[in-house]
Every structure is written in C-alpha cells, then in structure tokens.
C-alpha cells in the first residue's frame, strides 16, 4: 500500500489484451473487515488509499493491525488474472493466503512470511518478497504505475507483468 498522504492503489477493471487475460479475468473487491485502520476503502471498495490518521473502523478478528494492508473478499481459485494501479512514489501488490497473521509486527507483513509474496514498488524500483527473501526485479525504466497479477493456483504459478 502506498505511504504518501491521499495516495491510492486501485484494484483496477481490466480490460482484457489477450485471450488468456480474457479468459482468466478476475473481479477482485476489497475486504473491509481486514483493512488496517490507516487505510480508506473507496469505489464500492476497488479502492485503497493510505491515509495517516487511523480511521474507527470495529475491531474484527480479520483486521490486520500494524501494517497498512487489505486483502480482497474473493479467494482465487483456478487461474486468475487482474491489474493494479497506484499514485506516489511506493506500493505493494501482493497475493496472500487467508491463513496470513492478521495481528503483530513483520510476521504479519506481506511477502515476510510463508504465507505471501510481494511485488514492492519504491522509486521507480521493484523487488519481490516471499519467505522474507528478497530478489531485486530489473524493469528498465518505469513509464506506467499498472501491474498486472497472473495466478495459476493449481500450477503453483505467481507472475507479474508491467
């Protein structure tokens, strides 16, 4: 999620280029129950901007409540494909099981912890995280804030395209 002040990271809808996006196109809506209290959920919740003031959301067993993160209501299933888009200088797209923790410090982060992986974008940069490992992403020049996510659940296949 972004970390600059009125921010945003869409969940965008995609317009399909190929027969295989077409074929695999997901509708992901955010889940308000598990976003962090210094997030802002808009666009019937395709939206998420990062905000500095916590916001009185009800407690729920299913928030996470030390990074600024969301998952979507939808579990993926099969293969599915979406793209994001985001302002500023930072975002995270990530993909997670449901079994993430939702309370506490780096454990809980995406990427950090078995149960996630993570594209992080900062400053015209990307690198990926799982397990807590990192692996630096050549882009060449960044020229579109848009990442598509291709997930192939039963082939065990996570890709990012920019």
């Not at 802002?40 to 030390?66: C, G, M, W």
């Not at 809980?108 to 995280?129: E, H, I, K, M, P």
Request: net charge negative; glycine share 6%; proline share 3%.
């Amino acid at each position: 999620m972004e970390e600059s002040s009125g921010s945003q990271q869409d969940l965008k809808d995609v317009s399909p280029q190929t027969d295989a996006q077409f074929c695999y196109a997901c509708d992901l809506t955010l889940d308000p129950n598990t976003a962090n209290s210094e997030l802002i959920l808009s666009d019937e919740n395709r939206k998420a901007t990062r905000v500095y003031e916590p916001q009185s959301y009800p407690d729920h067993p299913d928030r996470f409540d030390y990074w600024d993160q969301v998952l979507s209501v939808e579990s993926l299933t099969g293969r599915c494909y979406w793209e994001t888009e985001w302002s500023g200088y930072k975002a995270e797209i990530s993909v997670s099981y449901k079994e993430i923790k939702r309370k506490g410090g780096s454990g809980c982060r995406f990427g950090r912890n078995v149960n996630s992986w993570c594209l992080f974008y900062f400053d015209d940069s990307f690198t990926a995280w799982h397990n807590n490992k990192s692996t630096d992403i050549s882009a060449g020049s960044v020229s579109s804030k848009r990442v598509g996510v291709y997930v192939d659940v039963s082939g065990g296949t996570l890709s990012f395209y920019s």
